[in-house]
Structures are given as structure tokens and as C-alpha cells.
């Protein structure tokens, strides 16, 4: 039997309580006590430290990483226990030969080009989680992967016969473990599928429980009615709705947020079960190729590639993507100078890393489509972008929304990825509590564990309490701050010196141990 006990921690149970004074007794990964415990079992001293949930990260690119690195420092230095990935419509599972051989392609900018890939379905990926990570997954089946399998990457409606065979995909994944399913609706091929297709494979999710987390057709141009969309597809299928990385981006959204905030009040009065994510950065951060026009991204990378080749094609790419707007890059006009590279899949374009497509072009005095078009083909799709185009006031106010959890949405890969993928937790902490005040310490807690713990459907984890799961997370409130930065990303978090998986010690004083307790924590 495996005991432990930490002795004089402020205790922020994640259910937005106040903090109090006290000790917790582990007993063989579990919670069995807290406040005054029986002294028993090796002591780990708190000395004020915050005990706390270990944190929840409700949007996750981690789908390689918890299976491939053993460490996974960007989330477990920063207290992260739990992560929910296959998010935003494409993941590695389910999936055919065929269709990994696309993904493999079509995710480079997210998670690098993989070796061998031995699952196939959803079941069999959380078995190879199983077999040791770092941290805990919960897996959502992603739409756009599904309808990769069963219509292509073709452009049209799904038949009826195509739906089914679709919602078959989703059911399988369900019952294998999935928590729900995603959407990428500004991505091939899920941005192919109408409200009708959509609600017919978030029938089958509210029917098992789960719940919709969509990247949804829009953050900028027509954000609000790819919004009230998504809501719509709540109503209809009786779908639990996520709505993930909710922000109101670019200039046509500045000061927007209250009408966001607003249609999620609307559908919650209305017995409507939705809830959304954050991260607390201005930048996005995608691929470069997402910005291409949907009609130039079908039939997969070969296909686009050969259009980034054909003079015809270009000048239809050029008009959308500098004159009317692409439904890629949101509906609204490229604007070169917000584009910055965070990473390139060819070596030989490192030293674009950290230069916006404007800057290239002025050093090489070229235009700005050309060095798009030109970066797009000689690093073939691989390359990855911060997006300066969010605003402060947005951010604050739906941080501050009550149906608010949060999650990182970070790409690990690249030479400089975003610092959200490193720093989303503490920096919350550090910044948008300690500093600004925006939240209350137990209410930040709150959003961080409990409440994203709730979401999942996790009953054992997420809250302290005995009988809960030991994951776990001893933070100092007055020195909690993200290391990551935009120019140097992978800086590990300050003031969190230890963290439990399971009860299992992953960061010990600062320092990772070689522990991999983490495992598929399914539906």
C-alpha cells in the first residue's frame, strides 16, 4: 500500500470554494482525507503552497506527444494531469491506410511528420495509452477524420447512406472510449459537412452522453452566425455543446464579445447544456495552409500542391485570399503582417521562423502572395503561424463568462510554437489572477479542474475530495508564472514544484521524474 501525506497546503478543492488551511492523506493513488488526517504514511511539507486538482486542459494537440514522449515537459511542468485531444476534426484515429497517409501530410504543422503509427481505430490508440504517458487523455472522434474514411475530401453533401456509415464511425469510437466528438469546420474535409450532417452524428453523441466540441466555420467574418450555428446543432441533435478556443478575432470582431456572450446566455435559458474554452493569449496559431481557400484543399496535399502550381488556379487563390476574403483564413482579407512562421517542416526554411510573411517579403523585396505561395510549396503545407489577431477586451470578457473552462489549444512542434502550448495554466495564474485580478485564485481553480472535470463527465476526478483520484497540483500563488515567452516558447512554468498523476509524483521539486502513470481515461 502506497501512503503519502501533504501537511499544511491552502487547500482550492476545484469546486470555486474558498481556500482553507489543511493536510490530505494519499492512500494508493486516492484521496482519503482532508483537513485534519491521521498522521500517517512519508510527508511531503506544503508550507503554504496551493494544493489544487491537477489541471485539465480541455483543448489539447497532444495526440503524438502522450505516446511518443515519455516526458511531455509542456504540460506536465506547467500542471497539467488530464488532456482532451482529437480536437478540432482530424486525428489519427479512426483512420484507414489510406486516409493516414493523408493526415500524416495534413498535420505536419501540428504535430510533426510521425513514424509508424501501428492503431487504427479509436479503442486501439487509447490501448496505446494505456501502455504508459505522461499525463491522462480523454479522446474526442473527430468529424472530419471520419468523413475522410467514409465521403473523401471531396466537396459535396454526404448521401444518406454516407451518414449512416459516418455516425456507425462515431458510435464505434463512443464505445471504445471517446468523451464526444470534434469538428474543424474551417478545415478539409470537415468543413464540407452542412447543419444536417452535423446534427445527425451529434444524435449519436448526446445518445451516448458526450458531448460537441466544434472549431466552428468562422472566428472572424460571420463568427456570431458560425456560432449561432453550432447552437442550432445543440438544439436539434440534444447534443451537449463545447464551445472550444471561443474568441472573437480580427478587426470585425473588435469589441464584439458581449453579442457572443449573449447568444450562450440566450441558449442556456433555454435548457441548452453549453460550455466553452479559452487560452489567455491575444495570437492564434494554425497552419499556414490554412489560410488557402476550402476548393483549393480538396482531394488532400498532392492536390493542393499541384493547384499552388497552376498559374489559373493561383490567380482564383490570390482573389480570395487578398481580395474577397477565404473561407480558410475566416472570411476575412489576409493580412500578411499578422502571419508570423512559428515552425517549418523543411530545414532549410528555419530562418523564416519568427519573421511575418510582410517582413520576408520586404527583406526580399517580393510580394506578399509570392512568399505565400512560395513558403506553402518549398516546405509542402508543413508550415505553422502564430495569427496576431485577437483583442484584449474580447479575451477578458469571455474568460470571465461562468460556463468557462480552459485549454491551451498549443502546437508543441515548430522552432517557435506558440507560448500557450507551455504556459496557458500559469499564466492564468500568474497574470490574469495575481496580476489584473480578472479572477478570483478558487474561482481560476474552478475553471482550470471542476468544472472541466464536469464537462468530461469525470466524477473521480477534477475535485478535491475523498474518494477522488490523487491528481494533484502544489502551486505558489505569489511566484505561479508562465517561463514560456514568444521568443523563447518552451521555457518551463515558475512556482509549481510538484505534481501527481494518479498519485504518482511526475514533477517532484521542480524536477521531472521518470514516471509515466497516465492512461485512457475513457467515456
Not at 514560456?484 to 514533477?507: E, H, K, L
Amino acid at each position: 500500500m502506497s501512503t503519502f501525506r501533504v501537511r499544511g497546503a491552502s487547500i482550492v478543492d476545484g469546486t470555486g470554494a474558498p481556500a482553507y488551511r489543511g493536510d490530505a492523506l494519499i492512500v494508493d493513488g486516492r484521496i482519503v482525507a482532508l483537513g485534519d488526517v491521521p498522521a500517517e504514511g512519508p510527508v511531503l511539507e506544503a508550507g503554504g503552497l496551493v494544493l489544487a486538482p491537477g489541471f485539465i486542459d480541455m483543448h489539447a494537440h497532444s495526440d503524438l506527444a502522450v505516446v511518443t514522449d515519455p516526458e511531455h515537459l509542456a504540460k506536465t511542468t506547467q500542471g497539467v494531469t488530464t488532456e482532451v485531444v482529437g480536437q478540432d476534426g482530424l486525428s489519427y484515429a479512426p483512420a484507414t491506410d489510406e486516409t493516414l497517409a493523408i493526415l500524416r501530410d495534413q498535420l505536419a504543422g501540428w504535430n510533426g511528420v510521425p513514424g509508424d503509427l501501428p492503431w487504427r481505430t479509436v479503442g486501439e490508440y487509447l490501448d496505446r495509452v494505456d501502455a504508459g504517458a505522461a499525463v491522462n487523455v480523454c479522446y474526442l472522434v473527430p468529424q472530419g477524420s471520419v468523413r475522410m474514411m467514409v465521403v473523401g475530401t471531396e466537396d459535396r453533401p454526404a448521401t444518406g447512406a454516407e451518414i449512416e456509415a459516418m455516425a456507425g464511425l462515431v458510435r464505434d469510437g463512443l464505445e471504445q472510449g471517446a468523451v464526444g466528438m470534434s469538428s474543424g469546420l474551417t478545415y478539409v474535409p470537415g468543413m464540407f459537412a452542412d447543419t444536417d450532417e452535423l446534427v445527425a452524428l451529434c444524435r449519436v453523441v448526446a445518445g451516448y452522453g458526450g458531448f460537441y466540441a466544434p472549431h466552428q466555420r468562422s472566428y472572424g467574418r460571420g463568427a456570431l452566425e458560425a456560432y449561432a450555428e453550432m447552437v442550432e446543432v445543440a438544439r436539434r441533435s440534444g447534443v451537449a455543446l463545447h464551445l472550444t478556443h471561443a474568441t472573437m478575432n480580427f478587426g470585425v470582431n473588435r469589441g464584439r464579445a458581449a453579442e457572443l456572450l449573449a447568444l450562450i446566455d440566450d441558449a442556456l435559458a433555454d435548457g441548452l447544456d453549453v460550455t466553452l474554452d479559452t487560452y489567455p493569449y491575444l495570437p492564434g496559431s494554425t497552419t499556414l495552409a490554412a489560410v488557402l481557400p476550402s476548393w483549393s484543399a480538396t482531394g488532400g496535399p498532392a492536390a493542393t500542391l499541384e493547384r499552388l502550381a497552376d498559374p489559373a488556379a493561383l490567380a482564383r487563390i490570390r482573389e480570395q485570399v487578398e481580395v474577397t476574403g477565404s473561407d480558410g483564413c475566416h472570411g476575412v482579407v489576409a493580412e500578411w503582417d499578422t502571419l508570423q512562421i512559428s515552425g517549418v517542416r523543411n530545414e532549410e526554411l528555419s530562418d523564416l521562423v519568427g519573421s511575418t510573411i510582410a517582413q520576408i517579403a520586404a527583406a526580399e523585396a517580393r510580394e506578399e502572395f509570392e512568399v505565400f505561395v512560395d513558403v506553402l510549396r518549398r516546405d509542402r503545407l508543413g508550415t505553422t503561424i502564430l495569427q496576431h489577431v485577437g483583442h484584449e477586451p474580447n479575451v477578458r470578457a469571455i474568460m470571465r463568462h461562468p460556463r468557462h473552462t480552459v485549454g491551451s489549444d498549443g502546437l508543441l512542434v515548430g522552432g517557435r510554437p506558440h507560448p500557450r502550448a507551455w504556459g496557458t495554466f500559469p499564466h492564468y495564474l500568474g497574470h490574469y489572477v495575481r496580476e489584473e485580478g480578472v479572477l478570483g485564485l478558487e474561482e481560476c481553480v474552478a475553471r482550470m479542474t471542476g468544472r472541466s472535470a464536469a464537462r468530461l463527465g469525470l466524477t473521480d476526478r477534477g475535485v478535491l475530495r475523498p474518494g477522488a483520484i490523487a491528481d494533484l497540483v502544489l502551486f505558489d500563488p505569489s511566484t505561479v508564472a508562465a517561463g514560456s515567452t514568444f521568443a523563447d516558447p518552451r521555457r518551463p512554468a515558475v512556482g509549481i514544484p510538484y505534481v501527481f498523476v494518479d498519485g504518482v509524483r511526475v514533477i517532484d521539486d521542480g524536477r521531472r521524474t521518470d514516471a509515466t502513470p497516465g492512461r485512457a481515461v475513457r467515456r
